[in-house]
């Protein structure tokens, strides 16, 4: 099932609904294995840094979506348990 997000999440940004592209994923898991922030951003997505944004920044929006998704993917995981023990 895709995830769905409450809109009562109060940190989620505007426009931080839609899931990363390929390009924004693999500059996330660049700097994971090491890769300077801006280094990747500029290599793997570098049609995000525009509009004065910085690398840390793209790479922070990609960071709290995953984190969101895994948060509520988890969330509805232990409710279906929940519900199965009835």
């Given at each position: 099932m895709a995830p769905r997000f409450d809109s009562t999440?109060?940190?989620a940004d505007e426009g931080d609904s839609t899931f990363p592209d390929a390009s924004?994923?693999?500059?996330?898991?660049a700097v994971a294995e090491g890769l300077d922030t801006r280094v990747a951003v500029e290599r793997y997505a570098p049609?995000?840094?525009g509009?004065?944004?910085s690398a840390r920044a793209v790479l922070g929006r990609t960071?709290?979506?995953?984190?969101?998704a895994a948060r509520l993917a988890c969330a509805q995981e232990r409710g279906e348990r929940h519900e199965?023990?009835?």
């Open positions: 999440d109060d940190t924004e994923l693999a500059a996330f898991r049609h995000l840094l509009d004065g944004k960071r709290r979506f995953l984190q969101r199965s023990l009835r």
